[in-house]
């Protein structure tokens, strides 16, 4: 069965300081990842996903990802953090058949310093 | 705004009773799947329907039950609700592509 790991419960940066979030996962052939957004009180938002190809993906926001499949890792970064970014982050694995529901990451909070 | 209603946006109730959340589907999307999202389990995949039909099913209780109806829209029922139930139920929308779309999330709260 598929797992998401995120190792970091909660990651503090400062405003305009790089960040990378860590995903690890788990799943027996080439995985379909993404990475989602929550802010406080609002549901799930798509920042990007993996599929095939480039192993660098770049989503919305400033976002990229990139896949290791040696490390079995898809972390996220950001090159300049904003205070807007401060919110949970969860990576997600998705199976390559039709159910294609998400398996997902505990969720990293985000916390951003002035 | 990811074009996926649900309605309410919160809802708080008794332990005993039955409740049903709602969910609309994005404009021609016909796969529909429900997520709780708790602190003690985080996100879990409940079930899955796709164009009126049970595709997949995950960690989803008995009291627990979902149908899609014709116009797509879904609904997700509740019953003999405990203390445990109280969650975030999110609702999340397919279409030919592989990404799922998120709904804002109903959030239940049972005293």
Redesign the interface.
Known sequence: AQSVTQPDIHITVSEGASLELRCNYSYGATPYLFWYVQSPGQGLQLLLKYFSGDTLVQGIKGFEAEFKRSQSSFNLRKPSVHWSDAAEYFCAVGPNNAGNMLTFGGGTRLMVKP | D?G?TQTPKHLITATGQRVTLRCSPRSGDL?V?W?QQSLDQ????LI?Y?NGEE??K?NILERFSAQQFPDLHSELNLSSLELGDSALY?C?S?GSG????????TRLTVL
Not at chain 2, 42 to 45: A, H, N, P, V, Y
Not at chain 2, 98 to 105: A, R
Request: hydrophobic letters at 30%; zero cysteines.
């Open positions: 990811s996926v796969s799947y997520y985080g996100l879990q995949f899955q796709y595709r997949a995950g999110f999340a397919k592989y990404e799922q779309f998120f709904g804002p999330g």
